[in-house]
Nanobody
Framework: QVQLVESGGGLVQPGGSLRLSCAAS????????MDWYRQAPGKERELVAS???????NYADSVKGRFTISRDNAKNMVYLEMNSLNSEDTAVYYC????????WGKGTLVTVSS
């Protein structure tokens, strides 16, 4: 069984930065690709960034150059560094891993507003 707990969300002004963290427990996820998704009000959940066990990352076009995903396998942690935030980044951000099934955290809310 895998538990994922996100943290680090909050209210930030346009142009600001936030760092999200995802703590995984219940199982070691070194060999798994980890993802960050987000869901904005009235929209479908979308993939924001992924990182493989070897550290290779992929990003949605909308966040390329602004967001950075990273992981600390020793701590079973995944991070999402978000810079140059704008109102379109307002959403609940979810940590995700696919093993025998999809595992999701409960999400952390990011609000970008002046």
């Amino acid at each position: 069984q895998v538990q994922l707990v996100e943290s680090g969300g909050g209210l930030v002004q346009p142009g600001g930065s936030l760092r999200l963290s995802c703590a995984a427990s219940g199982s070691i996820l070194i060999m798994n690709t980890m993802d960050w998704y987000r869901q904005a009000p009235g929209k479908e959940r979308e993939l924001v960034a992924s990182i493989t066990s070897g550290g290779y990352s992929n990003y949605a076009d909308s966040v390329k150059g602004r967001f950075t995903i990273s992981r600390d396998n020793a701590k079973n942690m995944v991070y999402l560094e978000m810079n140059s935030l704008n109102s379109e980044d307002t959403a609940v951000y979810y940590c995700h891993v696919l093993r025998t099934r999809n595992y999701w955290g409960k999400g952390t809310l990011v609000t970008v507003s002046s």
